[in-house]
T-cell receptor
Framework: NAGVTQTPKFRVLKTGQSMTLLCAQDMNHEYMYWYRQDPGMGLRLIHYSVGEGTTAKGEVPDGYNVSRLNKREFSLRLESAAPSQTSVYFC???????????FGDGTRLSIL | GQNIDQPTEMTATEGAIVQINCTYQTSGFNGLFWYQQHAGEAPTFLSYNVLDGLEEKGRFSSFLSRSKGYSYLLLKELQMKDSASYLCAVGDSNYQLIWGAGTKLIIKP
């Protein structure tokens, strides 16, 4: 049972490059989330989706775009990467609000 | 503003008991979650409290007092594998989770 799968696991980018982080869940969850985790700080919500075809901004949405491709897949795109976006990115899913979120293994992204 | 406070780091001895506190100030309250995160890994769900009182799950228990904006996670019979960060998160009025920075728990033999 895969749960939440994120690709890639690691990536190094140069400033100004673009890339897409992919997330897929096989638990039939409605809600999906993208977080970033930085040292000494709590997880911060970037964008989230409450169902197929919907997206909404979280706490730190600037510089990121998302797409809820279908019920399973939720992608995060950096159009023009900046060093401040160096972080560990986690995708998560849950059946609904107030329910435990299940996390992927994370993508470690470094921007030089 | 919204704020969740947890101690940055705690140390305990194998076999002992440790209590990790979490205080919160959020716009609305829709439950409090505790997660465990081993270094370099994803957070995993431990417990959920929405009503006041104690929830027990094996060696782990979680307590909530909504009037005080306070929760704690109690870990009993500590094992070396319990060395990890423990994250407190509160559901706010927008049904999003607000996360604390986490408490790094170090277990010594």
């Amino acid at each position: 049972n895969a749960g939440v799968t994120q690709t890639p696991k690691f990536r190094v980018l140069k400033t100004g490059q673009s890339m897409t982080l992919l997330c897929a869940q096989d638990m039939n969850h409605e809600y999906m989330y993208w977080y970033r985790q930085d040292p000494g700080m709590g997880l911060r919500l970037i964008h989230y989706s409450v169902g197929e075809g919907t997206t909404a901004k979280g706490e730190v949405p600037d510089g990121y775009n998302v797409s809820r491709l279908n019920k399973r897949e939720f992608s995060l795109r950096l159009e023009s990467a900046a060093p401040s976006q160096t972080s560990v990115y986690f995708c998560a899913s849950s059946p609904a609000e107030h329910q435990p979120q299940h996390f992927g293994d994370g993508t470690r992204l470094s921007i030089l | 503003g919204q704020n969740i406070d947890q101690p940055t780091e705690m140390t305990a001895t194998e076999g002992a008991i440790v209590q990790i506190n979490c205080t919160y100030q959020t716009s609305g309250f829709n439950g409090l979650f505790w997660y465990q995160q081993h270094a370099g890994e994803a957070p995993t769900f431990l417990s959920y409290n929405v009503l006041d009182g104690l929830e027990e799950k094996g060696r782990f228990s979680s307590f909530l007092s909504r009037s005080k904006g306070y929760s704690y996670l109690l870990l009993k019979e500590l094992q070396m594998k319990d060395s990890a960060s423990y994250l407190c998160a509160v559901g706010d009025s927008n049904y999003q989770l607000i996360w604390g920075a986490g408490t790094k728990l170090i277990i010594k033999p």
